[in-house]
């Protein structure tokens, strides 16, 4: 166990003798533009009280210069990990003079190089661990406490942090800004960012209460920022949880800002709001990417009383915020958004996360058993997020909506900046709805897998059995053809076989409106009617419902994938809504690549990208449907050379685009991507695109699609650079790892699986866990035998247990294709 890597058991003790009092933190982030410089000066003064004389602060970076304790300099006792402070008294104040690194990983104090102003910006991102790359500070979530930020950087740049500034001084060519006091929080949300980004400014008002709002981006995406469609989110958010919550938004500004190379979709932190510039759309963008956008908005909004007022005291409870986040994000985007039909795409999409995710051996509860960092750091999953969100939609029909607000608001009022726990949030919502929650807090929370639910004459029939309510929809077709809900069901259910009265239906589709979190199997004769009508199904709940059944039943190997491919190309032309869209895309791609029997793989991807170029042809002209059958088009092209032709003659302006199908650069690189895996792409042609889109963007592109030819040189140097290329950014690394995987030329890095496997536990030690992590699962061998795998995991027991449980959940994912595909493995 290395010192960086903190424990519960540790953290706990820490928490018990020491109580923090406040924390002021200088940066001099002054030389950040001069990218030759590696560190920057980081100054933390924190005061504390202490029940022992020694503990210690947390800190990694270049260089600890000096340690103050109570006025005295003393000698640094610094490791890398840990600042050893001795001789305490029962009041403290300690000050750390030191030098941060600037990341390239998106972890702590990122530093992005924009080519297209030569611009540089910095942002911080810190969960679960990481403000220790910052500033030295005692890094746990129950360790809250008020934070003065004072930032020296240039003069012109935009310098903001959770707080809003109280003084800025100019001097030369720099100013230095100080911010006022947060009210207490936990390291991992404090934030800071630093550059000329683009601004633009609003307000929210709700009676005597008004929050000013701040929309940032980098001043070459100005032009693209939808800033008054993001504020209106925002203010609809802000209206919403103003509401249900009854606690007024605490934290006195509100700005969001969209930054480079993020590792995330977003991150809550109080008055600062980061969120990936994936989200601000250089191009064409579909109604499911507006969507998906709107969601995390308003995810990150209930963090602000969900995970920032009130905080889990370690990662065990990490759901008490992320799972109620994810409810609330959906339930905020249907109720307060145009976003009304948001349980849809929770239904197919989100859940589809959870699914995959709770049937890993690696699977765990909801409420984890999380013992150190390295395990909190993998835990932000499907599970923690997506049925964690999905119990939470159960819980609120079982106790009522009303007495779910009522206890979240008691919670609130009770714990407003202090931490929790499981028992502390059910002590709360038991109080309002006079229910004893414990045994659904057993059924639900501290269990793991998930349960298939299946009609067998008039029983549902469940695996792993657990208490569900649940509805049974009764389909049939209207007069018009169309099918219809014609009769509903609802029924509870606990045991392995439950009996229902059910009228006949060609469709019966169980856990209609999505009340449960299961895995629905379709009975026999449902899922004809489904082949030859899902076109006809009106309701998209219930449509995605559908897609969500069949796709989970393919992924289990109990519904040739022939036949779903064939209701892919057969159905999803007429899909309207885009989320569905998008999800059936992607699983008809990922069924074609590891589902397929090798020998019926070629047919397949020649069929699939033959129906995707046809319907980019048959789609409304501009439409979010062509757009994403373009993008689909793309991505099938890279393992089928038949439209290189045209897709080349596109490009070059030789021939004409399908009608209406703005070829803005994303699309551009996707399909030079493409021709590129397939040898219909040179190094000037590559070049020659660059020079057009000469951006961050196409910069990263322009990586992926170079190392995406197919040549056992390219193939060499791509791994070369993956592996000793420590210089590579975050998003670099995964367009290397992209482009070397890029056309499933099996033929031509299969070579590299026996080095793969000798590199995992020298890339886990070297590199930071979020760049190792993308590695190892990045470059996982797409084999067609175990052996590898299995061989590396009995020769490496003592390996880092983060380490072993990515690559357990590797070979569980690779088992499951060669059982699908018909190879025998266990």
Not at 178 to 190: D, G, K, Q, R, V
Not at 246 to 269: I, R, T
Not at 314 to 342: H, I, N, P, Q, V
Not at 685 to 709: K, N, P, Q, Y
Request: glycine content about 6%; charged content about 25%; hydrophobic content about 45%.
């Amino acid at each position: 166990m290395t010192t960086a890597n903190l424990t519960r058991s540790e953290t706990a003790a820490r928490s018990a003798t020491v109580t923090v009092r406040d924390y002021r933190v200088e940066l001099d982030l002054s030389g950040a533009a001069d990218h030759s410089r590696a560190g920057f000066a980081t100054t933390t003064t924190v005061t504390f009280d202490a029940t022992v004389v020694e503990t210690w602060l947390d800190f990694l970076g270049l260089a600890v210069e000096s340690v103050t304790v109570n006025g005295q300099e003393v000698a640094a006792d610094y490791d890398g990990a840990r600042i050893v402070l001795t001789g305490l008294s029962a009041t403290n104040v300690v000050t750390v003079r030191a030098v941060g690194e600037y990341s390239r990983s998106g972890e702590g104090l990122h530093r992005f190089h924009d080519p297209t102003d030569d611009s540089t910006y910095l942002y911080t991102q810190y969960e679960p661990a990481d403000a220790r790359r910052v500033f030295a500070c005692f890094e746990q979530p129950d360790m809250k406490a008020p934070f003065t930020f004072v930032v020296t950087a240039p003069d012109g740049w935009e310098v903001v942090s959770n707080q809003s500034a109280d003084a800025v001084t100019v001097e030369g060519a720099d100013q230095t800004v100080e911010f006022a006091p947060t009210l207490p929080i936990s390291t991992y949300i404090t934030a800071v960012a630093a550059g000329p980004y683009h601004r633009v400014e609003s307000s929210w008002s709700r009676g005597e209460l008004t929050i000013p709002l701040g929309v940032l981006c980098r001043a070459s995406l100005a032009r693209y920022l939808d800033a008054d469609t993001i504020l209106q989110v925002t203010r609809q958010g802000l209206d919403f949880f103003t509401e249900h919550f009854a606690y007024p938004y605490p934290w006195g500004k509100y700005d969001q800002v969209f930054v480079p190379e993020y590792n995330l979709g977003a991150m809550e932190n109080p008055g600062l709001v980061t969120f990936t510039e994936a989200y601000v759309f250089r191009g064409a963008a579909t109604a499911a990417q507006y969507e998906c956008r709107a969601n995390t908005i308003l995810h990150e909004m209930a963090h602000m009383w969900f995970g920032d007022l009130v905080t889990m005291v370690w990662w065990d409870d990490l759901w008490l915020k992320e799972s109620f986040a994810d409810y609330m994000g959906a339930l905020a985007s249907a109720e307060a958004t145009e976003w009304t039909d948001a349980w849809v795409a929770f239904a197919n999409r989100r859940k589809a996360w959870a699914y995959l995710q709770d049937q890993l051996p690696t699977t765990h509860p909801i409420v984890a058993d999380i013992t150190d960092l390295e395990a909190a750091k993998l835990n932000f999953d499907g599970i923690t997020y997506a049925k964690g969100a999905s119990v939470l939609k159960q819980l609120v029909a079982y106790v009522g909506r009303e007495a779910f607000f009522a206890g979240a608001r008691r919670y609130f009022r009770a714990h407003a900046f202090g931490n929790t726990t499981l028992t502390d949030l059910l002590t709360e919502l038991s109080a309002e709805s006079c229910r004893d929650l414990s045994g659904w807090a057993r059924a639900w929370l501290q269990t793991t897998g998930v349960s298939t639910v299946s009609l067998d004459g008039n029983h549902i029939v469940q695996t792993d059995p657990r208490p569900h309510r649940l509805a049974v929809g009764l389909y049939d077709f209207d007069p018009d053809g169309n099918l219809v809900r014609r009769d509903r069901v609802e029924v509870d259910i606990a045991e392995e076989r439950t009996p229902v009265t059910l009228s006949p239906a060609p469709l019966r589709l169980l856990n209609d409106g999505d009340l449960t979190y299961a895995k629905v199997r379709l009975d026999g004769d449902s899922l004809a009617t489904v082949e030859r009508s899902l076109d006809r199904v009106l309701d998209p709940l219930a449509r995605g419902l559908i897609w969500s059944a069949l796709w989970n039943a393919t992924r289990d190997g109990e519904l040739a994938v022939g036949r779903y491919l064939t209701m892919a190309r057969d159905f999803a032309p007429a899909e309207s809504n885009m989320a569905l869209l998008t999800a059936v895309l992607g699983n008809a791609s990922f069924a074609i690549a590891h589902y397929l029997p090798t020998a019926e793989r070629d047919r397949w991807r020649h069929e699939w990208l033959e129906s995707c170029w046809t319907a980019v042809h048959s789609a409304a002209p501009g439409s979010g449907e062509q757009l994403a059958w373009a993008r689909a088009t793309a991505s099938a092209a890279t393992v089928d050379a038949s439209r290189a032709t045209v897709l080349r003659a596109i490009l070059l302006g030789d021939a004409a685009a399908p009608k209406g199908l703005a070829l803005d650069p994303d699309l551009r690189w996707a399909f030079w991507t493409a021709l590129a895996a397939t040898g219909a792409a040179s190094i000037e042609d590559l070049d020659t695109e660059l020079e057009r889109d000469d951006t961050a963007s196409g910069r990263t592109a322009h990586l992926r699609a170079m190392a995406a030819r197919p040549d056992q040189e390219v193939k060499a140097a791509a791994w070369s650079q993956i592996f000793d290329d420590t210089t590579l950014t975050n998003d670099h690394l995964d367009a290397a790892i992209d482009g070397f995987r890029a056309g499933a030329r099996r033929d031509l890095i299969a070579t590299y699986d026996t080095e793969y496997f000798a590199r995992l536990r020298p890339t886990w030690e070297q590199r930071s866990i979020e760049l190792a992590r993308r590695i190892v699962i990045g470059l996982f061998p797409a084999a067609d035998s175990l052996a590898p795998v299995d061989n590396w995991l009995t020769a490496n027991t003592e390996a880092p247990a983060a380490l072993r449980r990515l690559v357990v959940e590797q070979r569980d994912h690779l088992a499951r294709e060669l059982r699908v595909r018909g190879l025998g493995c266990p």
